[in-house]
């Protein structure tokens, strides 16, 4: 992806292409080095991993996804560490990840006590290096939930990132 947008101006009565830098496209850009004079990040964003939704009762969600919706629906995998029993949905471009509290010291037993019925959690975006990604966002004054990523589900180093500096969105990065 190059760090240039076209643009169509008038000229005439007609529109002229003409390409101009975009800087701020740059903010936005996973891909292709970044311009001269343009300072390049040192991790990047990649793909969507999973959107986690916290359910109150887990086998009768992995039913919906199995029998009703024919999905690949995984066993049931207890993470003490997090607090969470997980089952992973799969389908063609991503994940949905289900959540059950697993105790009642689990956040996601306090989500469910204000969301009865459950409802989405988290989204989970992959990084090519969460260290890097984590001190940079610090630096730009995102807060972390924890001082230290964590393994999660995946066996990989995970990070959340306070849902009041993201728009209300509970943002999981996980290490590609």
């Not at 939704?53 to 560490?81: C, H, M, T």
């Amino acid at each position: 992806m190059s760090n240039t947008v076209t643009c169509f101006l008038p000229a005439g009565g007609l529109f002229r292409r003409v390409h101009c830098l975009s800087p701020a496209l740059r903010a936005y850009s996973a891909a292709g080095p970044p311009s001269p004079g343009i300072p390049g990040s040192l991790w990047r964003l990649g793909k969507l991993n999973h959107v986690a939704i916290a359910v109150p009762d887990l086998e009768k969600a992995a039913s919906l996804y199995r029998d009703v919706l024919g999905a690949q629906v995984s066993a049931v995998v207890p993470l003490p560490e997090h607090g969470v029993c997980t089952v992973f949905v799969e389908l063609g471009n991503t994940k949905l990840e289900l959540l059950h509290p697993l105790g009642e010291k689990s956040p996601i037993a306090g989500f469910l006590a204000k969301n009865k019925s459950g409802g989405m959690h988290h989204i989970c975006i992959e990084v090519d290096d969460i260290g890097a990604a984590i001190v940079d966002l610090k630096a730009k004054n995102i807060r972390t939930l924890s001082e230290q990523p964590r393994i999660g589900a995946h066996g990989k180093p995970v990070m959340f990132l306070h849902p009041k500096d993201c728009d209300g969105v509970l943002v999981e990065l996980e290490q590609a």
